[in-house]
């Protein structure tokens, strides 16, 4: 377990950069934190790091965002998603099958179905304005 901090959106940013140059095909990323943490921007990192190509936006209304790239990126924000059907519905079993590396915000809202799930965890914590406390588990950097 390894803690950051960050004291822009930028470095944050940077951070998921960072992160993605480290994941094989098939990596789940499962991130809690709440509204406004942070996840969005750490995950326009990773697209950055994965190279990707599609601009990155937050999935809250789309469920998924799927950016194409050297190494496809899919992203979910579950907040609005509640029973293990609407998951596999909305193809987050799919995506990692297919070799796509996965991410998903509001992971809190799964956390019994998520907790078996090997997975890179990331929490996100405000800690003022600009200031982000970000704990990263299950990779090294
Ligand atoms: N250190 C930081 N890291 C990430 N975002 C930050 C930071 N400081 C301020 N912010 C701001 O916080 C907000 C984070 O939004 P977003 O990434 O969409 O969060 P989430 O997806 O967790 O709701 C943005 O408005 C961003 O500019
Ligand atoms: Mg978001």
Redesign the pocket.
Known sequence: MSVYH????S???ALGCRLAKTLSPGTLIL?T????????????GIAQGLGCTDPVS?PTFAVANYYRGQQPFAHFDLYRLQTPEDLEVAGFYDYLEDGAVVAA?WSENFAQLLAQEKAIRIS?VPTG????EITIEGASL
């Open positions: 960050t004291n822009s959106r470095e944050t940013v991130f934190g709440g509204l406004g943490a942070g996840k969005t921007a750490f995950c326009e937050s915000e996100i304005e600009n200031s982000r």
